[in-house]
């Protein structure tokens, strides 16, 4: 979770344009978009086995005159074959029944095609087992259309029958003519009969019958219509967009590695992490009247504990060392320290004067030089005259400016600083320069903080390597790369710089541990 709220950070930018863009291409793609995609419908009729089907019968019901015959019945122009394309038919052993279906976006299209083919393969495949009974059946609809016509042209001779309230009368020819009216009908009624019992025959003497038409339904689908209208499509494209964002920043994230927690930089290097200090708003960094950094709040606490590493590399060096002539050496303790990152912007200059107002606040005499010459910070951190400088102090000029004139006594007893001067790409000489300082403040006793260039920005930090006893690299959470740290680290060592360790800076948890132990441990007010 501490390394994706740390990618957010860092990446909302991106995740918020692409879904912006998503968003602007639905709004945009929906005045484009002419219809949804169409609906698809199903119709089927099942037809049973009565007399014992076969497999076969599913392949003839969509060939040969079957196709043709249900052409003619639909009046459809189009080729019997290709109509049949249209036509699904398949039997199921278990039932012994033919399924037949097709799908049409207009539904009363589709149930009309499934019918005419119906009534088509019924008509051919029942036609050898029903002949003497379709004869008849023809014989009684053309009886029904004679006396149909007989009974219209009866009315049309007669129309007062049809009359409302007509009464016949009691003469010889209307009684006629009621008898004859009557008889007309009556065969009609006849006829009707016989032929809804011959159709009764007809059904059940053939070896397939229909179960009737089924409604149509919409055919199920794997295509998604997509919608017109603006907020929905916009909506998606946003989503799209989000997505496509994330991805995008996983790429990234992949390619460009950056450190975000101790966990992270324990795994890269063994090195150790002398403190780690939390990510804080500006408001909440320490400063005092005068705009100067001041060692006091919630960050505090871990620049004291890079004192405490240095003070224990020079006390341990203190340690008497066996010579051959059995006399007891004690080596010069280490006194010069460097503070550098591998790249701009990740807080070393802050960390140099820190650190270096540490170890002054308990009596360590201490020279703080500026040795960044690209973007110096330490006259406007520490709050000391620009000038007299480094730069002034390696002038090849008889006048130039001593040492003791370049450095300045600061507002925190103990604590001596040097200005690195105006940012200048010409640096050359300065680095002998501070070399000669450096030795002149441990001569007098001090521990140097040497604030230098970012060692992937300028080769200064190496030029000063000579004069250097420990290495301070500052990481900053979110910012470092790993790749580059690495590499940092493997060209310090190629070099036989030690490094004393790192200073972990602006991770978001030991932020939020500071500001419960600075309120565990602050003093209760007791005013009153």
Known sequence: MIKLASILRRRWTILLFCALLGLVGGVVSSTFAKTTTATLYT??????ATGGGSPQDALTATRGAIPAAAAKKLNSTVEPNVLAQSMVVSYDSSTNALTFSTNDAD???????????????????????????????????????????????????????TQPGFVPGTDFATIQLVQQRSALSQQALELHTSLREVEDVLAQTGPYSTLGPEPARPAPTSI?????????????????????????????????????????????????????????????????????????????????????????????????????????????????????????????????????????????????????????????????SSSPSLQDFAKLDVNRPTVDDVVQQTHVHDLYAVASGKGTREVAGLADATTELCREGVRR???????????????????????????????????????????????????????LGIVLIGTRTASRRAYYYYDYYSPPDTAG
């Open 107 to 161: 539904k009363d299209a589709a149930t009309a095609r499934v019918a005419a083919f119906v009534d088509a393969f019924l008509e051919a495949s029942n036609a050898k087992f029903q002949a003497g009974d379709r004869s008849r059946k023809e014989q009684i609809l053309e009886d029904i259309e004679a006396n149909t016509a007989a009974l219209k042209a009866f009315d049309d001779a007669n129309p007062q029958f």
């Open 224 to 384: 998604i219509g997509v919608p017109t209208s603006k907020i929905v499509r916009g909506a998606l494209g946003g989503i799209l967009g989000l997505l496509l964002g994330a991805i995008l920043v996983m790429i990234v994230e992949r390619l460009n590695r950056r450190i975000d927690s101790r966990d992270e930089l324990a795994e890269i290097t063994d090195i150790p992490v002398l403190a780690e200090i939390g990510w804080l708003p500006e408001g909440r960094r320490g400063r005092d009247e005068e705009g100067r950094v001041a060692l006091a709040g919630v960050w505090a606490e871990p620049y004291r504990r890079v004192r405490s590493a240095v003070h224990f590399v020079q006390q341990r060096s203190q340690t008497p060392a066996p010579t051959p002539s059995g006399e007891a050496l004690t080596p010069d303790p280490p006194s010069v320290f460097l503070v550098t990152s591998t790249s701009p912007g990740e807080g070393k200059s802050t960390t140099s004067a820190l650190l270096a107002m540490a170890l002054a606040e308990v009596g360590t005499p201490t020279l703080l030089v500026g040795a960044d010459f690209r973007k110096p910070k330490v006259d406007q951190l520490i709050g000391v």
């Open 445 to 499: 006793g001090a521990t140097v903080v040497l604030d230098s260039s970012p060692i992937k920005a300028a080769n200064d930090t190496i030029d000063q390597l000579p004069v250097v006893d420990y290495v301070v690299l500052v990481v900053r959470a979110g910012v470092s790369h790993e790749k580059e740290l690495l590499d940092t680290i493997a060209y310090l060592g190629r070099l036989d710089a030690q490094i």
């Open 43 to 48: 119709a089927q009729q099942v037809v049973l």
